[in-house]
């Protein structure tokens, strides 16, 4: 089994900054593609932020040179670096991954996390 935790949530002033991270842990072989998504009440579940294992990114256009997102394959983690934050957004950010497991027999699973809350206020 393998599971994925994002922490690093919390309630921000506009404008401030937040560093959310998720670790991949269990029965791991590898870890593929890695993606934050976010969800705001009534909306759909959004792609924010891609990075493959060889670390090339996209970013949806809405966080474009305000988010970055990085990865530590020693670690099995993910990063979200999110500056100059604005009330948009505000949403629940879940971690997503690509992990290859089962020892002695590998396949490729998709996982998510529970997800970790992100407030921005005005």
């Known amino acids: 089994q393998v599971q994925l935790v994002e922490s690093g949530g919390g309630l921000v002033q506009a404008g401030g900054s937040l560093r959310l991270s998720c670790a991949a842990s269990g029965s791991i072989l590898s870890v593929n593609a890695m993606d934050w998504y976010r969800q705001a009440p009534g909306n759909q579940r959004e792609l924010v932020a891609h990075?493959?294992?060889?670390?090339?990114?996209n970013y949806a256009d809405s966080v474009k040179g305000r988010f970055t997102i990085s990865r530590d394959n020693a670690k099995n983690t993910v990063y979200l670096q999110m500056n100059s934050l604005k009330p948009e957004d505000t949403a629940v950010y879940l971690c997503n991954a690509d992990v290859w497991t089962g020892w002695g027999n590998p396949f490729l699973k998709n996982y998510w996390g529970q997800g970790t809350q992100v407030t921005v206020s005005s």
């Open positions: 990075i493959t294992s060889g670390g090339s990114t």
